[in-house]
């Protein structure tokens, strides 16, 4: 998709309504959660910021998604469950949610949060999408919320238990948590014939060596890598 300069005017919450078929009646609601604080704070002629919406959607959130994996992975124990959710719910997802429906080019920053490209920022984008929930759900009902997002979660339906059960995406997931610095696979040593090749491979953080692995290609290599880094964190 392509970016948006920070020079385009502001979508109005009236386009947004139109364009994304949200049918709200209570416009103020859907122009609180398009309120980013930097906004508020600037113009101090009354508007509220979307960062109570934001908690509230943050809970409906939650719920929505649990309730779609209960049901679309039937046979997965509860473990499985709660990885798919939290998986889901992370801000980089909301932020690409947002994404999809362009929701940045609406959201009202305060001049200095605009200049600096708030409007493409993670943290921005996806607090915004969870506002946008939260005035959904009080603008209406949960079921409008529901039927909002999925589509954005039916697309990953094929994909997100393999997502979540990659370590990987799991030690990826951990070394975020902590923030113990940025993430390194090296190919320490490569051997055997081209037919069968086989790859050992480091995975380190801020030069520590925290996990080998070995396998028939790199991604599998690493895979493994990160299975043992998991194990020593």
């Known amino acids: 998709m392509k970016q948006k300069s920070n020079k385009r005017e502001v979508e109005t919450a009236s386009s947004l309504n139109e364009r994304l078929g949200l049918s709200f009646s209570n ?26 919406l934001e908690y509230l959607g943050d809970a409906v959130l939650d719920f929505i998604v649990a309730e779609w994996a209960y049901r679309h992975f039937p046979e997965r124990p509860e473990g ?3 990885k798919v959710r939290s998986h889901l719910v992370r801000n980089e997802h909301l932020a690409e949610f947002a994404r999809q429906i362009d929701l940045g080019g609406a959201l009202r920053l305060g001049r200095g949060e605009r200049t600096s ?3 493409l920022r993670d943290s921005v984008l996806g607090s915004a999408f969870e506002a946008l929930l939260g005035a959904i759900y009080l ?8 039927n909002f997002m999925l589509p954005f979660l ?14 990987k995406s ?20 490569t051997s055997g014939p081209d037919h069968a090749r086989m790859y050992e491979v480091e995975v380190e953080i801020n030069g520590k060596v925290m996990g080998r692995g070995s396998g028939s290609s790199k991604a599998n290599a690493e895979r493994e890598a990160a299975r043992d880094a998991l194990k020593k964190l």
């Not at 799991?170 to 040593?189: C, T």
């Open 154 to 167: 039916e697309p990953v339906q094929d994909t997100i238990l393999d997502e979540v059960n990659d370590p």
């Open 117 to 119: 490209g708030g409007y």
């Open 139 to 146: 603008d209406s009902d949960f079921d409008k919320v529901r």
């Open 27 to 52: 416009f103020s609601l859907l122009t609180r959660a398009l309120t980013h604080r930097s906004y508020a704070n600037e113009h101090q002629d009354g508007s509220e910021d979307n960062e109570r």
């Open 80 to 82: 499985d469950l709660t």
């Open 170 to 189: 799991q030690f990826q997931e951990e070394v975020q948590a902590y923030k113990m610095g940025p993430i390194l696979y090296r190919v320490i040593s």
